[in-house]
């Protein structure tokens, strides 16, 4: 299977001044590695801290000025730097952020989604915009009320329909069902599964391993900025003897379920 979207020894420095105009740098990805074929969903998981969103700025092209980075990232075989891949950004590939506050707070929620059409080229971004919000459960009345009217759920759902708006090639999900009820988690996920069955390629940036299982064609662990194990999502049954890495083995087994054990050493 051909990789879509291929990330390669990543490595993202961040310069910094303290007092006395001394200088630090911080290493926060020292090594990840991420492929994703078209068709596919890849899960992304690790601790909080581990670099996953990090990583999916960086794929964007989306670091700050005081970053240093080194590494590769190949879309479609092409190797691109950041200017290249922020011309991909919100139309070959896009990212549903974490968090709610990319909402214009001051901007009606119909005006931004319609906006996000009209940059996808709808010809009819008002209708294209309600129809996008009624897929994920949102009426009408939504289009007219401002991000702080919205329930965090509902705000999540808001950032999905836009981040989709344009068919993207990549979709890159960061933490998209934290909040959600569980009906609404499983529809979020399975419409992921839609997408890449569509053939399209879903980089699933989550906390909820369990939940990711049910849609993942891979499972990607990263810690402290380092890719460390790339799994079948086959081996996290029972209580994990088929995983072969054993920090993979830690993460399952300290799941709620699996005993909150937390192995010594990992």
Known sequence: MT???????????????????????????????????????????GASGAGKSLLAHAVLGLLPPNAVERGEVLLDGELLDAAGRRRHAGRGMTL?????????PVRPVGRQVRRSAELAGHPAPRRAAAEALARR?????VLRRHPHELSGGMARRVLGAMATMSNPRV?????????????????????????ADDGGAVVLITHELRAALDVADR????????????ADPAGFSGDGAALAHPYTRALWQALPGNGFSVAEGV
């Open 171 to 195: 979709l890159l999900a960061d933490e998209p069902t934290t909040g959600l009820p569980p009906a609404d988690v499983r529809t979020t996920l399975g419409g992921f599964r839609a997408m």
């Open 219 to 230: 499972v990607v662990i990263c810690r402290d900025g380092r890719t460390v194990d790339v």
């Open 137 to 141: 459960g949102l009426g009408p009345e």
């Open 3 to 45: 990789a879509l979207l291929e990330v390669r020894g990543l490595e993202v420095d961040f310069v910094q001044y303290e007092r006395g105009l001394r200088r630090r740098t911080v290493h926060a990805l020292t090594g990840m590695d991420l492929t994703v074929a078209a068709g596919e969903v890849v899960a992304l998981v």
């Open 96 to 104: 549903l952020p974490q968090a709610v506050s990319f909402l214009d």
